[in-house]
Protein backbone atom coordinates (compact mmCIF):
# COMPACT_ATOMS: atom_id res chain seq x y z
CA UNK A 1 0.00 0.00 0.00
CA UNK A 2 1.21 3.55 -0.71
CA UNK A 3 1.79 5.55 2.28
CA UNK A 4 -0.53 8.91 2.27
CA UNK A 5 1.59 10.67 4.67
CA UNK A 6 5.56 9.69 4.72
CA UNK A 7 7.07 10.45 8.05
CA UNK A 8 9.06 13.92 7.91
CA UNK A 9 12.89 13.59 7.54
CA UNK A 10 14.71 14.19 10.93
CA UNK A 11 18.71 14.21 11.46
CA UNK A 12 18.37 13.23 15.37
CA UNK A 13 16.81 9.76 13.98
CA UNK A 14 19.31 8.10 11.80
CA UNK A 15 23.10 8.49 11.06
CA UNK A 16 24.84 8.89 7.80
CA UNK A 17 26.22 5.48 8.47
CA UNK A 18 22.80 3.88 8.67
CA UNK A 19 21.79 5.81 5.20
CA UNK A 20 24.89 4.77 3.55
CA UNK A 21 24.55 1.20 4.44
CA UNK A 22 21.03 1.05 3.59
CA UNK A 23 22.14 2.24 0.44
CA UNK A 24 25.23 -0.21 -0.31
CA UNK A 25 23.35 -2.93 0.97
CA UNK A 26 20.59 -2.26 -1.14
CA UNK A 27 22.58 -1.56 -4.08
CA UNK A 28 24.22 -5.25 -3.35
CA UNK A 29 21.46 -7.20 -3.70
CA UNK A 30 19.91 -5.25 -6.92
CA UNK A 31 23.00 -5.85 -8.89
CA UNK A 32 23.28 -9.16 -8.03
CA UNK A 33 19.23 -9.57 -8.97
CA UNK A 34 18.66 -11.15 -12.22
CA UNK A 35 15.68 -9.01 -13.06
CA UNK A 36 16.88 -5.58 -11.74
CA UNK A 37 21.25 -6.23 -12.04
CA UNK A 38 20.88 -6.46 -16.13
CA UNK A 39 19.42 -2.96 -16.06
CA UNK A 40 21.55 -1.06 -13.13
CA UNK A 41 24.97 -2.85 -15.18
CA UNK A 42 23.72 -0.92 -18.54
CA UNK A 43 23.16 2.36 -17.08
CA UNK A 44 25.36 2.91 -14.08
CA UNK A 45 28.79 4.09 -15.77
CA UNK A 46 30.14 5.18 -12.41
CA UNK A 47 29.23 3.01 -9.49
CA UNK A 48 31.27 5.25 -6.66
CA UNK A 49 29.09 8.17 -7.93
CA UNK A 50 26.03 6.45 -8.39
CA UNK A 51 26.49 5.74 -4.17
CA UNK A 52 27.20 9.35 -3.62
CA UNK A 53 24.21 10.36 -5.54
CA UNK A 54 22.14 7.57 -3.72
CA UNK A 55 23.43 8.27 -0.43
CA UNK A 56 22.69 11.76 -1.03
CA UNK A 57 19.35 11.37 -2.22
CA UNK A 58 18.34 8.93 0.78
CA UNK A 59 19.90 11.39 3.23
CA UNK A 60 17.67 13.94 1.94
CA UNK A 61 14.68 12.19 2.05
CA UNK A 62 15.48 10.46 5.76
CA UNK A 63 17.45 13.31 7.55
CA UNK A 64 16.47 16.04 5.57
CA UNK A 65 20.52 17.15 4.41
CA UNK A 66 20.35 19.32 1.18
CA UNK A 67 22.95 17.71 -0.64
CA UNK A 68 20.99 16.08 -3.07
CA UNK A 69 21.17 17.30 -6.83
CA UNK A 70 19.72 15.56 -9.30
CA UNK A 71 15.91 14.69 -10.86
CA UNK A 72 15.01 10.93 -10.88
CA UNK A 73 11.96 10.85 -12.78
CA UNK A 74 13.85 11.96 -16.22
CA UNK A 75 16.41 9.59 -15.98
CA UNK A 76 13.92 6.82 -15.34
CA UNK A 77 11.43 7.36 -18.00
CA UNK A 78 14.40 7.58 -20.78
CA UNK A 79 15.13 3.67 -19.67
CA UNK A 80 13.19 1.60 -21.97
CA UNK A 81 10.85 -1.36 -21.55
CA UNK A 82 10.47 -1.10 -17.54
CA UNK A 83 7.83 -2.48 -16.47
CA UNK A 84 5.62 -2.68 -12.69
CA UNK A 85 7.25 -5.67 -12.01
CA UNK A 86 10.26 -4.61 -11.99
CA UNK A 87 9.31 -1.76 -9.90
CA UNK A 88 7.72 -4.14 -7.48
CA UNK A 89 10.96 -6.62 -7.75
CA UNK A 90 12.81 -3.12 -6.34
CA UNK A 91 10.51 -2.29 -3.46
CA UNK A 92 10.60 -6.42 -2.64
CA UNK A 93 14.33 -6.13 -2.65
CA UNK A 94 14.39 -2.47 -0.92
CA UNK A 95 12.23 -3.86 2.18
CA UNK A 96 13.99 -7.11 2.02
CA UNK A 97 17.47 -4.76 3.03
CA UNK A 98 15.75 -2.83 5.66
CA UNK A 99 14.37 -6.11 7.34
CA UNK A 100 18.06 -6.12 8.01
CA UNK A 101 18.42 -2.65 9.59
CA UNK A 102 18.44 -2.52 13.21
CA UNK A 103 16.89 0.58 13.53
CA UNK A 104 13.11 -0.40 13.20
CA UNK A 105 12.36 3.56 12.73
CA UNK A 106 14.77 4.08 10.18
CA UNK A 107 12.97 0.50 8.03
CA UNK A 108 9.52 2.29 8.75
CA UNK A 109 10.40 5.41 6.95
CA UNK A 110 12.34 4.32 4.39
CA UNK A 111 10.17 1.93 3.15
CA UNK A 112 7.11 4.35 3.15
CA UNK A 113 9.60 6.78 1.29
CA UNK A 114 10.02 3.77 -1.39
CA UNK A 115 6.93 2.93 -1.57
CA UNK A 116 5.94 6.24 -2.70
CA UNK A 117 8.75 7.10 -4.99
CA UNK A 118 7.93 3.90 -6.76
CA UNK A 119 4.99 4.59 -6.94
CA UNK A 120 5.57 8.02 -8.41
CA UNK A 121 8.09 6.89 -10.74
CA UNK A 122 5.72 4.34 -12.38
CA UNK A 123 3.02 6.86 -12.57
CA UNK A 124 5.16 8.99 -14.42
CA UNK A 125 6.94 6.51 -16.62
CA UNK A 126 3.43 5.39 -17.72
CA UNK A 127 2.11 8.78 -18.32
CA UNK A 128 5.35 9.38 -20.63
CA UNK A 129 5.45 5.93 -22.35
CA UNK A 130 1.74 5.26 -22.81
CA UNK A 131 -0.19 8.61 -22.70
CA UNK A 132 -3.70 7.04 -24.19
CA UNK A 133 -3.89 4.59 -21.64
CA UNK A 134 -5.12 5.44 -17.90
CA UNK A 135 -2.10 4.49 -15.68
CA UNK A 136 -2.34 1.40 -13.16
CA UNK A 137 -0.99 1.55 -9.63
CA UNK A 138 1.69 -0.74 -8.40
CA UNK A 139 0.45 -3.63 -6.77
CA UNK A 140 2.87 -2.42 -3.99
CA UNK A 141 1.28 -4.66 -1.40
CA UNK A 142 2.74 -7.47 -3.00
CA UNK A 143 6.00 -6.78 -3.45
Given at each position: ?I???????????????????????????????????P??????????????Q??N???????????????????????????????????????????????????????????????????G?????????????L?????
Amino acid sequence: MIPRHIPEPNPNLYTEEEVSKLVHDFYAKARKDPSLGPIFEAHVIDWDAHFVQMTNFWSAQLRGTSRFRGAPMPKHIALPELNAALFNRWLQLFRETTLELSNPTLKQHADAVAAFIAERLWMGYQMSHFPQRQPVALNADNA
